[in-house]
């Protein structure tokens, strides 16, 4: 176990006299902001830590802080990296990683996802309409397989996220079938 005396946990400053107005205030049209929507009358609540609100995540002393606070974290909970390990390899095992969706038809081809052991995204593809067998189909489960004839890959999100910490693609309209059903 570790010893906790030695740590201090990080603690960002506390600006008391910040306050916001509660109450729901929503833009009008090219007027800013409705204030007649609040409470009547505004009600003041203390907002000590509003100074941390920084949607472009570029305020140095924002960062440096969750920095320092996950250096914390990581310190207190060394002593479960086991736990850890075991715990995530046990979900894993319950996981088939290498898989794949549905087909979804889209005009002339049939749009899908493959997952991959050991790849943290999804790769999309797709396939000629014409490769859909006539009964269910049939796939070994291997990686190396064709889920359908003919696939071919449109985007491969492990490829994007090549020397990321972490890539979201998003839910773009790359197939609109699977959108409007």
Known sequence: MSSFSSITAPTPRREEDNFVFAGDVKERENNGPDLSLLLSPPVGVKDPYGWMRDEKRENVEILKHIENENKYTEKITEHLQA????????????????????????????????????????????APHSSLPSGPIQWSGSKDEEILKDEIVLLDENVLAEGLDYCSVGEGKLFPACVRG
């Not at 075991?86 to 005009?107: A, V």
């Open 83 to 126: 736990l850890r390990t075991t715990l995530y390899n046990e979900m894993l095992s319950f996981i088939q990683e290498t898989d794949y969706t549905s087909p979804k038809k889209y005009r002339d081809y049939l749009y899908f996802e493959r997952t991959f052991e050991g790849k943290s995204y999804k790769v999309h593809c797709r």
